[in-house]
């Protein structure tokens, strides 16, 4: 089958960095389903496994995480699917990725594919609806559903993948205020048109930006990017018994200052579940069928921003690259093989 991977970490500006191959078909675990790979997304984390790999001599590494597809065959354990049907989900960081024609994977993390969205539109959404929902209703325990509980959340980097989706969860599904950050007009409008009460900007300091708007204080914090950066002002801009909750990788963490204000730490990565195959695993099968649900009921809508062709390598690197930029908005997504 075809597939994109790579041999040895390299710059993306590098033709070598990924690249187009033929490798056999996968075979299934127990609780698999065998998928037809239709489209798939790019996330951060592609990036950086990309960069922090370095597969054994001769054999390519493959990634991609988000995918949708049609399931082609089951494993002797499977009683959620059956083949024909049509599934999204955002694999597991240590299994092959989705950069390929057939993937194999655990079906009790993949849910029914939404019916009112194409498949680029589906695509850009697991990974990053399994990270935001986690982060809300599991990490910080934002109450699921209830319109009355008052207080505001300020989601850090409101443009990216994750913060794009985060926005339309706490704004629908909670009665949180939701306040996102953002530098460019862009990036503001965009996070306005997913759904923000407000939009403050990360280059100036947070706590500063909240005070501006009224709001000097928050019940929650969403830090998706440059957590460390802007610690000082999490810990000023954090009620007493707040929660911050956080997914990117810095290398120090200094919580020391939050202990006066008895303030939560919170870690969400979506791998989790899977990687240590938690009694809860089935979860985010879960999940991803209440956000199918969510989006053909039109509360939740797509954050596909760039439909960048087909699943070729040279596809992904210009993906990757987006990603690497740091500028992307939304998600890029990538449509057949």
């Known amino acids: 089958m075809k597939a994109v991977g790579f041999y040895a970490s390299l710059p993306i500006e590098d033709a070598s960095s990924l690249v187009d191959i033929d490798i056999p078909a996968p075979e299934l675990r127990p ?6 790979v239709r489209a798939v997304s790019v996330n951060p984390v592609d990036v950086k496994v990309r960069a922090r790999t370095t597969p054994a001599e001769g054999t390519a590494h493959i990634l991609g995480y988000d995918a949708v597809g049609t399931v082609e065959a089951v494993g002797p354990q499977v009683t959620l699917f059956r083949p024909g049907d ?3 989900y955002a694999g597991s960081i240590d299994r092959p990725g989705t950069n ?3 993937h194999a994977v655990d079906e009790r993390i993949v849910g029914r594919k939404p019916t009112t969205l194409s498949d680029a539109e589906v695509a850009a959404l697991p990974l990053t609806a399994i990270t935001a929902w986690e982060l809300l209703f599991d990490r910080l325990r934002v109450p699921y559903g209830v319109k009355t509980q008052g207080g505001a959340i300020l989601i850090v980097n409101g443009a990216g993948g994750v913060g794009s989706i985060l926005i339309q969860l706490a704004r629908r599904l909670t009665g949180l205020t939701v306040i996102a950050t953002a530098s460019r007009p862009e990036t503001i409008q965009w996070c306005k ?3 923000a009460h407000h939009v403050i900007d990360h280059r100036q300091p947070l706590d500063e930006g909240l005070k501006a708007i009224g709001i000097p204080q928050v019940q929650y914090v969403a830090s998706l990017t440059a957590t460390d950066q802007h610690l000082p002002a999490i810990a000023n801009a954090l009620a007493p018994q707040g929660a911050l909750a956080l997914i990117d990788d810095p290398k120090t963490l200094d919580i020391v200052p939050f202990k006066r204000k008895s303030l939560s730490v919170h870690w ?3 791998f989790t579940r899977p990687l240590f195959d938690t ?3 089935m979860r985010q099968h879960q999940l991803l069928n209440e956000v199918s649900a969510l989006v053909d009921a039109g509360l939740l809508r797509t954050t596909l921003r760039e439909e960048l062709g087909a699943i070729t390598a040279a596809n992904l690197r210009k993906a990757h690259a987006l990603v690497e930029s740091g500028r992307s908005i939304g998600k890029a997504v990538l449509v057949g093989f």
Request: hydrophobic content about 50%.
């Open 31 to 36: 609780h698999d389903l065998l998928v037809r």
């Open 100 to 102: 390929s024609e057939l």
């Open 279 to 281: 009694p809860d695993l």
């Open 268 to 270: 969400e990565l979506m």
């Open 193 to 195: 048109d997913m759904g």
């Open 86 to 88: 049509e599934v999204f």
